[in-house]
């Protein structure tokens, strides 16, 4: 669909919103500019209704400040309209974000009262606007004012509107009943003309709420219907706050705003007119106007000259604080613990083999049966010299018969075959002592050899227990880190709760260190019982009455730990004290910052464990391949001499 | 003084918004077992995550599950979607449909008491029964129960059937015509579920609110 807008051709890019009748798109290259389009054919009155919108602006551009207005109309290639460009808000809440508080704590951690109370009085400034061009918004509900960027509120929905065109009116024909004043209750929206009057009731609500932490006026009785509250006007929010301690009392706001309500919600305001905008406008400007800091907690807004601020009263009677305290809950922390990056880590360190078992050395195959040869050929005597052996015979022969003619006295034969007999047979020695030498020195080697080999595998085991130590203390290490990463969210919190515990000025800390709770003129639910609890518990003055500390001995109940704590409240406003303001988000940003070094610090030596680990393993597992090859060759060499040097043996040959 | 602070005053503290009850009442008998159980875990978990993307229905319906198998257990008291955790369903036993019935009013009763002891206002209540079979305990007095909140409009109750559920004791027992579930379309059912309660948490505590008809072609239910 090609879609024009009367001045240029617009390109619609992504969907940011739908409702009912249609789809808000963003549009190509007009960062400001949002298009609705109808997901029907608008009829001939919607058509006329929007050119007249058109119009209007023109003439009144104020319009379309802080309202969704349309600007232009789009049409497409044949000419039919299809909807409209209206101005795009950057970052849009609706308003139920900002007045329900637990969201509001989320969503605006930084809004005060003072902030709602800002926002209502822009809200009754766009609809003093509307109503003096004689525009009715109609359908008041709290999707239809969104938030920008900036905080501020936006009507939208625009072109369901009740605009007048001379004695043409242009109808809304849409409402919802929790807006909708009693006169309207139960009354066909479709044919019926809204009166600014109506309107009125419906801002009405829309500021209560604002103001009122997000509460309808009407609670909707027995029967849970606020349609049926409003049409009978039971405007029972002010007794219901009497009942509920913790609802802010319709007194905490001045006097010109609770009668404006009261004539808002009651039967007096359907038939004389209720409050009108520019009414609001001035009772809410000047109401912010006189919010100030209260002087216990900084997130509470408390009017010029209350005696008491309401904020504190409502959180002593309920454990809820409807502002984000300053500093810690206004502080959004990207801190977190990292148990992804930690768990990572753990995974790579379990995954990584440790260095192998010393156990884990094979010895070569057959090595038994080598080993048994080696050995068989050193036990066994050295292959005989058949040559030197027949010298020797030869030798001892001659002396022998030497000797022999040595008896019969045959002088120079004796002499002449003893002496030479001997030097034959030792010739025949030496010669065979010579022979067998490399022999000797052959089992020699083998010997050294097979020791070798027996002893390969104690070599292995020695290099494999050093490893094994080492990963020992890496495994070591490793689980000391993990703790301490593990350990960094209790760090964390010992970090702030230190600086919050030293936001307290230290004179006023001394003044209150000099009242003993022993003399002092306690609230009278504090009984000599729980005066003895508190001293036993070495709650001695009053520096020491916190109810963090307060909380949980017993036989203090809440009113009493209450009471105890508005008592020291009371004491510090005496001394003219007052709490140092609430550490500042830089503060906290530190504390995060430093313990995200921390943790990065602790992942590297992690990580280095994990290296040191995979690095000492691969060593390892090198060494071990290396030393069994090492091993084979050994064997495979001293099995190639043995059974040499065991042929040689067979064949008797040296 | 006369002041206290009722039950559940933090939560309505923290969000005051109107409130958008609606018990889903499960059966959990035997008969349910292996992937019907499944399908339906999974429709839960859809329904959570379907009403979790509305700004403004996360803050409104409450969820309380009430499962019958066997005898009948609160699987989880009414909560806002926000803080709405699926339980873990298992079947076993029989079918006490008739006290699931009376548990879920009771239960309904109490909310809406600690509603009006929190000033907070509230929408009629849904009651959305699932079964597969026949009741096997006394169910002819909750007959009388549904009518009773049905002709004050303290709640609507809605049957679903699943499979051999016996139609004739729900037409019985729901004022609403009984729907049969299509299939296994569970999660056809809880997406028509959340829109329905969708529409609903926009609307005003006094409106009537058109539903979707889910027995349409495309739809999770015949009649």
């Known amino acids: 669909m090609q879609l024009h ?463 094994r130590a080492r990963d020992r203390q890496i495994a070591e290490a490793f689980s000391l880190l993990t703790d301490r990463h593990l350990g960094m969210v209790a760090r964390r919190q010992q970090e702030i709760d230190k600086l919050e515990r030293d936001a307290i000025d230290p004179a006023l800390q001394q003044a209150l260190e000099q009242v003993p709770l022993l003399q002092a003129d306690l609230p009278p639910a504090v009984t000599q019982d729980r005066k003895k609890t508190l001293l036993l518990r070495q709650i001695q003055t009053a520096a020491d009455v916190e109810r963090d500390r307060l909380v949980g001995l017993p036989g203090l109940t809440l009113p009493v730990i209450e009471a105890l704590v508005q008592w020291r409240q009371a004491l510090e406003v005496r001394f003219g004290g007052r709490r140092r303001p609430r550490p500042k988000v830089d503060q906290y940003v530190a504390i995060d910052v430093n313990c995200g070094v921390l943790q990065e610090g602790l992942e590297q030596q992690m990580a280095e464990l994990v290296r040191e680990r995979q690095a000492s393993t691969a060593y390892a597992e090198q060494m071990l391949d290396h030393l069994y090859q090492r091993g084979v060759d050994n064997l495979a060499e001293l099995q190639q001499r043995s059974e040499k040097m065991w042929l040689q043996l067979r064949h008797g040959t040296a | 003084m006369s002041q206290s602070t009722p039950f559940g005053a933090v939560e309505f503290a923290a969000n005051p918004e109107p409130r958008c009850p609606c018990v889903l009442v499960l059966d959990c008998s035997a008969s349910m077992a292996g992937q019907r159980l499944q399908e339906l875990q999974k429709g839960l978990a859809q329904f959570r995550e379907e009403l979790l993307g509305d700004p403004l229905a996360r803050k409104r319906v409450e969820v309380a599950v009430v499962t019958f198998g066997g005898s009948v257990k609160l699987a989880c008291d009414f909560t806002t979607i926000e803080h709405f955790e699926p339980p873990r369903l298992q079947a076993e036993g029989l079918t006490p449909m008739g006290s699931a019935i009376a548990t879920s009013l009771e239960l309904l009763t109490a909310r809406k008491q600690v509603y009006r002891g929190n000033g907070v206002s509230y929408y009629r209540p849904w009651v959305f029964m699932l079964t597969d079979g026949e009741p096997n305990d006394d169910w002819h007095a909750a007959i009388h129960l549904v009518r009773d909140v049905e002709n004050s409009k303290q709640a609507a109750v809605f049957a679903v059937g699943v499979g051999e559920a016996n139609f004739e004791v729900l037409r019985q027992i729901a004022v609403r015509q009984p729907l049969q579930l299509r299939g296994l379309m569970f999660r056809e059912m809880f997406q028509w579920l959340s829109n329905s309660l969708k529409s609903v948490s926009h609307s005003a505590t006094s409106e009537e609110v058109p539903l979707a008809n889910p027995s349409g072609p495309e739809g999770w239910a015949k009649v």
């Open chain 1, 5 to 467: 807008d009367g001045e240029r051709r617009i390109e619609l890019a992504a969907e940011i919103g739908r409702g009912g009748e249609g789809f808000v798109h963003a549009v190509a290259g007009e960062p400001t500019l949002a298009a609705k389009i109808y997901t029907e054919m608008p009829g001939q009155e919607r058509v006329d209704k929007l050119s007249w919108m058109v119009q209007l602006l023109r003439r009144a551009p104020e319009l379309a400040e802080q309202c969704a207005w349309p600007q232009r109309i789009l049409r497409d290639q044949e000419g039919r309209v299809r909807g409209f460009v209206m101005t795009r808000l950057a970052s849009q809440h609706p308003v139920h974000e900002l007045y329900n508080p637990e969201q509001r704590k989320q969503t605006f951690p930084k809004a005060s009262w003072r902030t709602l109370v800002e926002v209502a009085a822009q809200c009754a400034r766009i609809f003093a606007g509307l109503h003096t061009h004689g525009v009715v918004v109609g359908d008041v509900n709290e999707r239809n004012l969104l938030l920008d960027g900036l905080g501020r509120p936006w009507l939208v929905d625009a072109d369901s509107f009740q605009i007048r065109q001379g004695e043409r009116v242009y109808l809304t024909g849409v409402g919802v009943a929790d807006y909708t004043p009693p006169e309207l209750q139960g009354v066909r929206f479709s044919q019926v003309v809204r009166t600014p009057n109506h309107d009125r009731f419906g801002l009405a609500v829309l500021l209560f709420k604002l103001v009122f932490m997000g509460r309808h006026p009407f609670s909707g009785g027995l029967a849970g219907d606020l349609g049926a509250a409003i049409a009978a006007s039971e405007f029972d929010y002010p007794q219901v706050a009497q009942r509920l301690p913790h609802l802010l009392p319709m007194t905490a706001a001045p006097g010109a705003i609770q009668q404006s309500f009261l004539l808002a919600f009651g039967a007096e305001g359907a038939e004389e007119g209720r409050p009108s905008p520019q009414q609001w406008l001035q009772h809410l400007l000047s109401f912010a106007e006189e919010l100030e800091t209260c002087p216990v907690e900084d997130a509470h807004a408390v009017p010029k000259g209350a005696s008491r601020c309401p904020w504190c009263q409502i959180e002593a009677s309920l454990h809820y604080a409807y502002f984000a305290r300053a500093g810690r809950d206004q502080y959004v922390s990207t801190w977190a613990p990292r148990t992804d990056v930690l768990e990572e880590l753990c995974r790579a360190m379990a995954t990584t083999a440790a260095p192998p078992d010393p156990t884990v050395y094979e010895q070569p195959l057959g090595q038994e049966q080598v080993l048994a040869l080696a050995q068989r050929v050193i036990r066994h005597d050295p292959p005989a010299h058949v040559p030197s052996y027949y010298v020797r015979v030869l030798g001892g022969l001659m002396a022998l018969s030497g000797t022999a003619f040595l008896a019969q006295d045959s002088g120079w034969s004796a002499k002449a075959l003893l002496g030479p007999g001997i030097g034959v047979w030792v010739a025949g020695v030496l010669w065979q002592r010579g022979r067998l030498k490399p022999w000797q020195n052959a089992v020699q080697d083998l010997q050294t050899r097979l020791e070798t080999v027996v002893h390969h595998g104690d070599l292995w085991r020695a290099e494999a227990y050093q490893h």
